[in-house]
């Protein structure tokens, strides 16, 4: 199993900066795949930015040039750098972790960005 805290999360007005945290815990193996998603209320969950053990990065077009997606392999930590954040920002952030064994969620931490 696989266990996944976030952090980071909170209230911050537009054209602010807010950093996210995920420690994973647990069965994690050394080639994964951590990424964070998000989902605002009523709508679905979708893909914020991704990053693999190699640290190759992919990101949803709405946040590139504004988040930044990094990893700490040795502390099994993902971050997200958010800056610039618009009210189109507010939602649950979740982080999530998948290797061949199988896909993980976190619990998710509340973002919002006032106008």
């Known amino acids: 199993q696989v266990q996944l805290v976030e952090s980071g999360g909170g209230l911050v007005q537009a054209g602010g900066s807010l950093r996210l945290s995920c420690a994973a815990s647990?069965?994690?193996?050394?080639?994964?795949?951590m990424g964070w998603f998000r989902q605002a209320p009523g709508k679905q969950r979708d893909l914020v930015a991704t990053?693999?053990?190699?640290?190759?990065?992919n990101y949803a077009d709405s946040v590139k040039g504004r988040f930044i997606i990094s990893r700490d392999n040795n502390k099994n930590t993902v971050y997200l750098q958010m800056n610039s954040l618009k009210p189109e920002d507010t939602a649950v952030y979740y982080c999530?972790?998948?290797?061949?064994?199988?896909?993980?969620w976190g619990q998710g931490t509340q973002v919002t960005v006032s106008s």
């Open positions: 990053i693999t053990s190699g640290s190759n990065t």
């Open positions: 647990g069965s994690i193996f050394s080639n994964n795949v």
């Open positions: 999530r972790l998948s290797h061949s064994r199988g896909v993980y």
